[in-house]
């Protein structure tokens, strides 16, 4: 691919601009200087930088951000910052999209892509991909809160109860809790249903893909392949 349609399909402006980074010699391969924007060079494991700032070049983007609570998951957010706002401008310009939404106040494991089918089957209802989180509530755990959220809850505008996949008390206040449909305030209103209250929340984990514990509040990486396989494959078992 020549150097120019690299730097435009990796989200570094309009055609003229990525020349025009190319010409001023602000782009390096191998340590150096590339200043021909029609030079083509061999996609697979490449690496450039942009003003010294080195970029992977990947046909998709598959991300990881660890949301922290003060952000909402939209390109126009009404009340709080944006995710967008913590990634470097080319992710956004290339059109990456949150996987499912997370609320403002909730934090932890997001996906993001430019990947439309990625997207949809990551979101669609049929897929019924599980995504666990830990839940702080307001009111000791208990056998009953459980047991019911175990056998199912009734929430209003849902035809039928929804029952977690798993819910396990991990202290007095705080409780494990895997659930298939992604609907509104799922948990929140699970919980609830169930005779307590979140108090915060936080998604640990997507299938068998867990939040890192060295990827910090605010930070993002790339999905490799190990990733996306984990992905693909149920969580581990509880216990």
């Known amino acids: 691919m020549d150097l120019e349609s690299i730097l435009f399909t990796q989200g570094f402006g309009s055609r003229r601009q990525c020349r025009g980074l190319i010409e001023a010699a602000r782009v390096e391969i191998d340590g150096a200087a590339r200043s021909d924007p029609d030079a083509t060079f061999d996609t697979a494991g490449l690496v450039f930088s942009v003003d010294g700032i080195a970029w992977p070049f990947h046909a998709r983007a598959y991300l990881m951000l660890n949301k922290p609570a003060g952000y909402e998951c939209s390109r126009d957010p009404q009340h709080h910052a944006s995710v967008f706002s913590l990634l470097p401008a080319p992710l956004v310009a290339r059109g990456v999209q949150c996987v499912g939404r997370l609320d403002q106040d909730t934090t932890g494991l997001l996906l993001l892509s430019d990947d439309g089918q990625f997207v949809h089957a990551y979101t669609s209802p049929k897929r ?97 392949d190990a990733d996306l396989a984990a992905l693909r494959a149920p969580p581990p078992a509880a216990g």
């Open 128 to 224: 019924k991909v599980p995504k666990t989180y830990v839940a702080t509530v307001r009111h000791p755990l208990d056998d009953a809160q459980l047991g019911a959220l175990r056998a199912g809850v009734a929430l209003h505008g849902e035809p039928k109860p929804l029952a977690a996949v798993a819910a396990d008390a991990r202290d007095t206040h705080q409780l494990a809790l895997t659930v298939l449909e992604g609907k509104y305030h799922q948990v929140k209103r699970m919980v609830a249903a169930a005779s307590n209250r979140v108090d915060a929340l936080h998604r640990e984990s997507i299938g068998g893909l867990a939040l890192p514990d060295a990827l910090a509040p605010g930070a993002w990486r790339w999905l490799g």
